[in-house]
DNA sequence: ATCATTTGACCGCG
DNA sequence: CGCGGTCAAATGAT
């Protein structure tokens, strides 16, 4: 099967999304440059390309070759509420950060060791009676199991459902030796996936169903546990967060997570840990626009490229992405477009903002 | 029939 | 060369 390519080329997938989405996002743009469209929707269609061209750059700066291509990529998105210096004033090819970022990209393969990594002890209680450690609130997908040197029991690997998702984090499991109640989960990649509960019974823990059963609507199947998920994990441990430069989805439920291990091989990226600032914890009264644009794991899917044609994920990046991890004015979602003068033939519909009303595919 | 898991083989890295 | 990660065919579950 080919869920689990190689992450750095799947991350490398994602950043090949990003691009061409700007690239379709502009295309839109300069579409719609004669049309009647207020300047304010004009103004949504740049943000989605600035924040495009951010997660490029922030994908670039994760995953990529840090040494070569930091000093150009940080250096742009290092400045807290300039964004658009990335792409800012026109420049040569030669200075501008974009070029030499893909560039060098292109020059120098990722380094799998460069890829975000961090880990976890969770306590999956004995009355549980788990075999498996306790759902994160991800889809994951064993695609390996191998005895360790050393290990009295074996470590699976699991990945997420990156062919469907684009989503490009790894998961290793393994249970503790001297307490097999607890799992060592290491993590590796960003997702890039939301953290969605699955209708399906899930594959690697059996509690997931009991998550599953109490929620009728296809809203409900994930919000509840998403906000669960926001605001256990950030309330988890701030001094972690502060101390390691935090903001991970550390989804801490039930079980107990005893402990968090950041291994900041990737600390320098702002875009990315501004994703999942504290100051972002939904608050019940507003949750669902929260949600939708501070996920902490953006939907990062782009179907192809379809002239004219958005997928609803597409779209729902461009929201997400143009309200997340920026400092940009936010975007509510909740307006009419009409008042924005978005011309019929603009290709959003109600749907592609409200993804979470739509299953996944399978 | 479809999808997820298992498991042995293969491959890259140290 | 050994270890660990990933692949992919076989197997199991639904």
């Not at 997420?160 to 590796?188: H, M, W």
């Not at 603009?346 to 009303?357: A, H, L, Y």
Request: with cysteine; proline share 7%; aromatic share 8%.
């Amino acid at each position: 099967m080919e869920f689990n390519g190689d992450s750095s080329s799947c991350e490398q997938g994602s950043l090949v999304r990003e691009l061409i989405k700007g690239m379709e996002l502009t295309r839109q743009l300069k579409a719609h440059m004669g049309l009647e469209v207020s300047d304010e929707a004009k103004g949504i269609l740049v943000e989605g390309i600035l924040s495009s061209y951010e997660k490029a750059l922030s994908l670039l700066n994760l995953g990529g070759s840090m040494e070569q291509s930091q000093q150009h990529v940080v250096a742009s998105t290092n400045v807290p509420g300039s964004p658009i210096s990335v792409i800012g004033s026109p420049k040569s090819e030669d200075q501008n950060p974009v070029f030499n970022a893909l560039q060098e990209a292109m020059d120098f393969p990722r380094n799998r060791k460069m890829m975000t990594t961090w880990t976890e002890q969770v306590n999956a209680s004995s009355e549980d009676g788990l075999e498996a450690p306790p759902d994160d609130g991800y889809s994951w997908r064993k695609y390996g199991q191998k005895d360790i040197l050393g290990a009295k029991y074996p470590r699976s690997a699991l990945c997420t459902y990156r062919n469907l998702q684009g989503c490009c984090a790894n998961k290793q499991v393994q249970r503790n030796d001297e307490d097999p109640s607890v799992f060592d989960i290491t993590y590796k990649g960003r997702h890039t996936c939301t953290p969605v509960q699955r209708s399906k019974s899930a594959p690697t823990s059996p509690e997931k169903h009991e998550e599953n059963k109490h929620h009728d609507h296809p809203m409900m199947q994930q919000q509840p546990n998403v906000l669960l998920n926001f605001q256990r994990g950030l309330s988890v441990d701030i001094q972690n967060v502060e101390s390691k430069g935090a903001g991970y989805p550390l989804s801490t439920r039930e079980y107990g997570y005893e402990n968090h291990t950041f291994t900041p091989s990737i600390m320098n990226d702002n875009n990315f840990f501004s994703n999942y600032s504290p100051s972002f914890i939904p608050s019940p009264a507003n949750s669902t626009s929260n949600y939708f644009s501070r996920s902490p794991c953006n939907v990062s899917t782009f179907g192809g490229v379809h002239s004219g044609q958005h997928s609803e994920s597409d779209i729902a990046e461009m929201i997400s992405a143009a309200t997340s991890g920026t400092n940009y004015p936010i975007i509510g979602i909740d307006f009419p477009l009409e008042q924005l003068g978005i011309n019929p033939s603009f290709p959003f519909d109600n749907q592609v903002f409200f993804p979470s009303f739509s299953q996944p595919k399978e």
